[in-house]
């Protein structure tokens, strides 16, 4: 068997360091046994998926030291690898379920479909369509269609008995049908869900195995139905366990910075990102933790990743960054690390231009630029609450804003400022007593360059940390109060927030 494994990011927000551990796994699997990798985009959600998300993701996982055999930037015989230009081979597919009468067409309204789901919650049942349009007649099909009702097209589920899921690592997983949706494969607009074309693009890219978060196992059913209606053989299925913060919950940018950019801003290494992230696969069974990317492919079995979620433990990967920049680095490799990671000549200059109006010497440089080379500052909660906002609208300025700069894409000084001029008018307060308090969270004191700046340069991901540790300090929301925060924010002209 000629090996093949893919990983198949969505464009839609940060690279996530989750990617780039399922991106490790596929990779080492396929180069030990000879075969391919395969790079896909998942880009069906057109209206969160964004060119530069893909470009973000692309650029971050080659950071690290990643290749792949086929993929949107390197071609290959399979193509194309985004699947937004892959429409009509999933209509062609679509057609064919249809015809054999293994999908129907679904033309329930947003209303029904709400009804039912507050029905079945009523009545302490798991959501799932009922079959209501499956059950339509020829012509009350004619009919919806002659008067251009918007439908999708949903999958058929056997009604009884027990799909058998076999698993590389997990064994044999059994779930009942009654438990499956009759998932919807196309969307009114046309565009598949991720089910069709994951499992269209699997086997017409002749990926072989698999290998993807334990969040899918509850969807395997839905993807072996698929192979069986269409007569496919279905790749080997593995799920890894997902990343967990030390505490055992799952890893979220909630608790921790998951973006592969907010890593290489604060100044890791690749190598050693990568890594850490091979010893989260699978220890290294001579003990020595520091291994390059050969010896990962060389060392890798799949018997030897443990079921339980590998903790990502960012003391570790200080400790293994720290082992790397001492020991693998000579001065001179050292120092083209630091010029490469914060003195680009155009960063340099832009920071230039701004620090030359504020000082009377060059030594006062340092503590007016200090916080743009560092990474958790030392800011006290007293010196946030320094200001005219009360505690409540501090903490809900922070919050709101932290949101809000989550759905920015242009990542540029009029975006960020419009975004504060935003919070501002929500809470009723005039800018410059909102923006106080975040000179202090960005910079470590009420003053500094022209605070829009500063934020532009210190990078989405870090100023997101920034507010994350400031929350922290002053309390993060609770329940209650960041249903009440996200319910105004809703509700007001901003972009709402992206997941």
């Known amino acids: 068997m000629n090996v093949r494994t893919r990983v198949a990011p969505s464009p839609t927000g940060d690279p996530h360091v989750g990617t780039a ?18 790079l896909r985009i998942e880009d069906t959600d057109r209206q969160r998926s964004t060119p530069e998300s893909e470009r973000a993701i692309l650029d971050s996982l080659h950071w690290l030291g990643l290749a792949w055999d086929e993929g949107p930037d390197v071609g290959g015989p399979h193509g194309p690898y985004r699947q937004s230009e892959r429409s009509d081979i999933y209509r062609e597919y679509v057609r064919v379920l249809l015809e054999t009468g293994h999908a129907f067409k679904c033309f329930c309204t947003p209303q029904r479909l709400e009804a039912m789901r507050e029905a079945q919650r009523a009545a302490k049942q798991p959501p799932r369509y009922d079959g209501s349009c499956l059950r339509l007649t020829n012509a009350e099909i004619e009919r919806a269609e002659a008067a251009n009702e918007p439908y999708v097209v949903r999958m058929k589920v056997p009604e009884g008995g027990v799909c058998v899921v076999d698993d590389l690592r ?36 002749e990926i072989t195995h698999v290998i993807r978060g334990e969040e899918w196992v509850s969807s395997a059913p839905k993807h072996m139905l698929l192979y069986r209606y269409f007569g496919w053989e279905p790749p080997k299925l593995m799920h890894l366990p997902l990343l967990r913060n030390p505490d055992k919950s799952k890893l979220s940018k909630r608790k921790n910075p998951t973006s592969i950019l907010f890593y290489r801003a604060m100044g890791y290494l690749p190598e050693a990102l990568l890594n850490f992230l091979g010893l989260l696969v699978s220890s290294s069974p001579e003990g020595e933790e520091v291994v390059d990317l050969g010896t990962l492919v060389q060392r890798f079995d799949i018997e030897h990743i443990s079921l339980g979620g590998p903790v990502f433990d960012v003391q570790k990967l200080d400790w293994l960054n720290g082992r790397y920049l001492r020991e693998q680095l000579d001065t001179a490799g050292f120092l083209q690390r630091v010029l490469a990671w914060g003195f680009e000549p155009s960063r340099v200059e832009r920071i230039a231009s701004l620090a030359r109006p504020r000082v009377e010497r060059l030594s006062d440089l340092g503590p007016l630029l200090a916080f743009l080379f560092a990474g958790r500052l030392p800011v006290t909660a007293e010196q946030l ?12 300025s922070f919050a709101l804003a932290m949101w809000r700069f989550d759905a920015v894409r242009d990542w540029r000084v009029a975006e960020i400022e419009r975004v504060l001029k935003s919070v501002a008018e929500l809470l009723g307060q005039k800018l410059r007593d909102v923006t106080r ?4 969270a960005m910079t470590g004191s009420p003053t500094s360059i022209p605070l829009y ?44 927030e992206i997941a």
Request: net charge neutral; proline share 4%.
């Open 453 to 496: 700046d500063a934020m532009e340069l210190l990078g989405r991901d870090i100023v997101r940390e920034r507010l994350r540790f400031a929350l922290d300090l002053l309390g993060r929301p609770n329940a209650v109060e960041e249903k009440a925060w996200k319910a105004l924010q809703a509700a007001s002209a901003s972009p709402p």
């Open 437 to 440: 308090p975040f000179y202090v």
């Open 385 to 396: 609450r320094d200001g005219k906002l009360d505690g409540e609208q501090l903490r809900r």
């Open 21 to 38: 551990y399922v991106a490790l796994v596929n990779y080492c699997f396929a180069k030990k046994h000879g075969g391919q990798f395969v």
């Open 170 to 205: 997990r064994g044999t997983i059994e779930i009942e049908w009654n438990t499956v949706d009759m998932q919807v494969l196309m969307k009114s607009d046309g565009m598949p869900t991720y089910h069709l074309a994951n499992v269209v693009d699997d086997h017409l890219m």
